[in-house]
Nanobody, 126 residues
């Protein structure tokens, strides 16, 4: 499985940005997809995840109500729409595929994911 993240950039606080993550080489529609982020000097942290059907989504408290995760299984792509961005959202954002099919256990843990995209930088200026 290969994941290609895109859409990062520089935005002012309060603005919006959309990320995409295109998958290839696997059975995309069977897995939870997640977004994580890593700020300079900090550990990588969970941002959001979405189940294989796209019906259920999960969010970190820090982004709940501002970020929306979605997916298009026909296009094998997962999205992250980020609104009301804050300087503390500045990080490299990574998409990832859960290691087990039809399994939403520990969706917020890095160890539950085995394929990762290369990351895309999001910078929010104050």
């Amino acid at each position: 499985v290969q994941l290609q993240a895109s859409g990062g950039g520089l935005v002012q606080a309060g603005g919006s940005l959309g990320l995409s993550c295109a998958a290839s080489g696997g059975t995309f529609g069977r897995y939870i997809m997640g977004w994580f982020r890593q700020a300079p000097g900090k550990e990588r942290e969970f941002v959001a995840a979405i189940t294989w059907t796209g019906i259920v989504s999960y969010y970190a408290n820090s982004v709940k109500g501002r970020f929306t995760i979605s997916r298009d299984n026909d296009k094998q792509t997962v999205y992250l729409l980020m609104n009301k961005l804050k300087p503390e959202d500045t990080a490299v954002y990574y998409c990832a595929t859960h290691r087990r099919t039809y399994d939403n256990s520990a969706y917020d843990r890095m160890t539950s994911y085995d394929y990762w995209g290369q990351g895309t930088q999001v910078t929010v200026s104050s």
